[in-house]
């Protein structure tokens, strides 16, 4: 009865010897595996490349009407163009009121003309302060 | 100890869409880009003449393991009682994706045109701008990769005080997340009182009566978001070169959701389990909640309708809910009839929010699952809309207030009604929910049919938007209702169409309160007739049982709460027809 025993508690020291070595094992390669980018085309910005690609992002800096930097709405109400009523009418609000120098000219909507610019230096300020971590190079 | 470990691969999985030569988008495509030389009248085509044809390849490589430890030990006969379970397990998920068009597709002969200019701008056959031939080539792979810890242990004394633990956690392959961040824990300590073992215990109509007590913690990491700047590269739009674009901000202030939940219930049961059930209390505090909150527009972070808003840990809430089911098993040699009835009641509020709050009433009017009303006091989803004043008689122009006044200066309205001014409906999300299941049988024939209910919840329906119609040919039905001369402002609540178009006018109508509906309702979900039978022994075939079954789901609501018998479920969305199927099932 005894020597049953003794034989089971050496059998659960084994296990549990061999337990604690493959738990040993897998975390020494974890970090690998848990850093595993999870979506391939996906990358934290460091290098110049990175940061010069963000720059060059035309949607952003240069895009057009739902992209880009491109207020116009300064320029509706100057005197470079003048449109026909039926322009005029079909015309979005905002541009109705700046053309007519309206006293409100937003009234709640949102304006991309301002938005959209702060999108562009979001990006230069990434861009700058991504540089300031890039050692130079020595030559 | 058990080891188990699976090792899968799938085939590639395969699709295509082919729209042939004939279809409306191929001709429409081959047509907008045909040159047509003004002098010569030469005609050439970037686009090809034959079909297109777009094909995606998938694969996924999916592999698991894991190593458990299960551990039973009784003492002094049944006095204590141990169960334990201890484990690892680690699981990767890897799905690779590869897409291509192929234009001048022409199935019968395998041809495909060679050459096609993907870099040049050509004008629109229309006239009106210029365009570049869509090359959808494409290449993707993400990679989920999991590793979890977990245990669980019960010690039960006397079989009848129980104490149980149990913790978990689960790490992941987050990105831009530092490593001690990757994991989120859980842990739980409960006990039970199982009162119908004790000795002083004698209601032999009630047999079963636990009482169960349990404190749990439980963490939670976005996967969508992450501390750090990612960015994702793209081919730009006027040029061939490669661009990155900002696919997260950084944020470091990026952490756990932590929710405490504390739970207490009662499980019963009355003799020959004829009825039996539970009912259950639970309270939770939550914070660092992650959602979406509208953010200044100057940080950079509007999106292409610019509307600002920011990913992150927002706010904190408390919430508290009981759930009630009951069981009923009544059987005779004849009849029988299984019952099962749940219902629960839940509320919760939003105790803090950390982001800087509006006090204009106009940013409280979202309603999405992933965006938090900053209402402290008031449920995580809620619904609010601006006071409603009728149709003015003259005009039908929508009429609101404005400092206690009716007006129709949609302007004052949106820019300047606070949050207190603003009409508060309730929760967008059900309050009080549950369902009904029910089994009949008759000898061999059983009717089985689920209901199921919601109550206590809003949505805003939409309505016929001028500024949408005009611009992107989006209608409405309502638009037949609409107020067109005096006295229609009495049968109505439809704005009349006016031009030019002024879109705060359509937005005030659109968010009033006028359009916002309860959501309450009570739905049939399915119904199941089914016939068991045993063939003669005598066949040849060595058929054991045989079930015939009729089966129809998507039956629809009996009841709603808005008088328009909306769907909740399908506001916008048609919703899908019924369907009644049929089969038979063999036991061999």
Redesign the interface.
């Given at each position: 009865m005894t020597r049953a025993i003794a034989m089971e508690k050496k059998f659960i020291r084994i296990?549990f010897i061999?337990?604690l070595y493959?738990?040993l094992y897998?975390s020494c390669s974890?970090?690998d595996?848990?850093?595993?980018?999870?979506?391939?085309?996906?990358?934290?910005?460091s290098t110049l490349e990175?940061f010069q690609?963000?720059l060059?992002?035309?949607?952003?800096f240069?895009?057009g009407s739902?992209?880009g930097v491109t207020p116009n709405i300064g320029h509706i109400g100057t005197d470079d163009y003048w449109v026909t009523d039926a322009n005029?009418?079909?015309?979005?609000?905002y541009e109705?009121n700046a053309y007519i120098w309206a006293k409100?000219i937003y009234?709640?909507?949102?304006?991309?003309d301002?938005?959209?610019p702060?999108?562009?230096?979001?990006?230069a300020?990434?861009a700058l302060d991504?540089i300031e971590e890039i050692p130079p190079k020595t030559l | 100890?058990q080891t188990q470990n699976t090792n899968t691969k799938n085939a590639m999985t395969a699709g295509s869409t082919i729209y042939s030569e004939q279809s409306y988008f191929t001709r429409d495509a081959i047509n907008i880009i045909t040159q047509v030389d003004p002098t010569t009248g030469v005609i050439t085509r970037p686009i090809p003449l034959g079909g297109i044809a777009d094909f995606r390849d998938n694969e996924l490589n999916s592999h698991q393991g894991r190593?458990q430890?299960n551990a039973n030990k009784n003492w002094d006969g049944e006095r204590h009682s141990f169960n334990g379970i201890a484990g690892?397990e680690?699981r990767?998920n890897v799905n690779s994706g590869k897409a291509y068009r192929l234009y001048g597709y022409d199935e019968d002969f395998s041809a495909v045109a060679p050459q096609v200019d993907f870099i040049t701008r050509f004008p629109k056959y229309d006239g009106f701008g210029t365009l570049r031939i869509s090359n959808l080539a494409n290449i993707?792979?993400?990679?989920?990769?999991f590793?979890s810890y977990y245990t669980n242990l019960l010690y039960t004394y006397s079989t009848r005080y129980s104490l149980s633990l149990s913790a978990r956690k689960d790490?992941?392959?987050?990105?831009?997340v530092a490593?001690n961040q990757?994991g989120t824990p859980l842990w739980s300590v409960g006990g039970a009182w199982q009162l119908n073992n004790e000795p002083f215990y004698s209601l032999g109509w009630l047999p079963l009566l636990k009482f169960r007590l349990s404190y749990g913690y439980n963490g939670n990491i976005s996967?969508i978001t992450s501390a750090?700047?990612?960015?994702?590269?793209?081919g730009?739009?006027?040029?061939p070169?490669?661009?990155?674009?900002?696919?997260n901000?950084?944020n470091e202030e990026l952490r756990w959701e932590r929710t405490r939940q504390l739970n207490a219930g009662l499980d019963f049961g009355f003799k020959n389990n004829v009825i039996n059930g539970r009912i259950e209390y639970y309270q939770k505090r939550s914070v660092d909640l992650l959602a979406e909150a509208p953010i200044d527009?100057?940080?950079?972070?509007?999106d292409?309708?610019?509307?600002?808003y920011f990913y992150g840990n927002v706010a904190s809430m408390k919430g508290s809910g009981i759930d009630f089911e009951l069981n009923t098993q009544v059987k005779s040699q004849v009849i029988g009839w299984n019952g099962n009835l749940m219902f629960s009641h839940s509320t919760s509020q939003i105790t803090d929010f950390y982001m800087p709050v509006s006090t204009n009433g106009?940013d409280y009017l979202s309603i999405a699952s992933w965006s938090i009303n900053p209402a402290i006091g008031k449920p995580v989803f809620s619904v609010f809309s601006y006071p409603w004043a009728g149709l003015d008689g003259s005009n039908g122009d929508p009429l609101g207030y404005l400092g206690g006044e009716i007006t129709g200066d949609?302007?004052g309205i949106?820019?300047n009604t606070p949050l207190d001014s603003m009409v508060y409906h309730g929760n967008a999300q059900p309050t009080t929910f549950g369902a009904f299941r029910n089994t009949i049988s008759y000898k061999s024939l059983s009717l089985s049919f689920n209901i199921s209910y919601k109550y206590g919840y809003f949505f805003r329906r939409p309505s016929i938007s001028y500024y949408s119609l005009?611009n992107t040919w989006t209608g409405h039905g309502d638009y037949a209702d609409r107020w067109q001369q005096a006295g229609d402002e009495s049968r109505t609540t439809v704005p009349s169409f006016v031009?030019?178009?002024?879109?705060?006018r359509d937005?005030f109508y659109g968010s009033s309160e006028i359009l916002v509906e309860n959501g309450s309702h009570i739905r049939w979900e399915d119904i199941q007739l089914s016939y068991i039978f045993q063939p003669k022994p005598s066949f040849n075939i060595p058929i054991e049982q045989v079930r015939v079954y009729a089966y129809a789901t998507n039956i629809g609501l009996l009841w709603t709460s808005n008088k328009k018998a909306i769907d909740p479920y399908f506001i916008n969305n048609p919703r899908p027809g019924r369907s009644i199927a049929f089969g038979v099932n063999f036991q061999f």
């Open positions: 296990y061999v337990i493959s738990l897998v974890k970090s595996f848990l850093n595993t980018r999870p979506d391939q085309s996906q990358v934290v910005p990175d690609a963000l060059d992002h035309d949607n952003t240069n895009g739902s992209f005029f009418d079909a015309s979005y609000q109705r409100e009234s709640g909507t949102n304006s991309k301002w938005s959209f702060y999108r562009a230096v979001l990006y300020n990434i991504g | 100890m190593v430890i690892w680690i990767s993707s792979k993400t990679t989920d990769n590793i790490e992941a392959n987050l990105f831009g490593t990757k996967r750090e700047t990612v960015i994702t590269y793209f730009a739009v006027t040029t070169a490669r661009t990155a674009m900002l696919q901000p950084p527009p100057t940080l950079g972070l509007s292409n309708n610019a509307e600002s106009g949609y302007s949106t820019n005009l031009y030019p178009v002024n879109s705060q937005a």
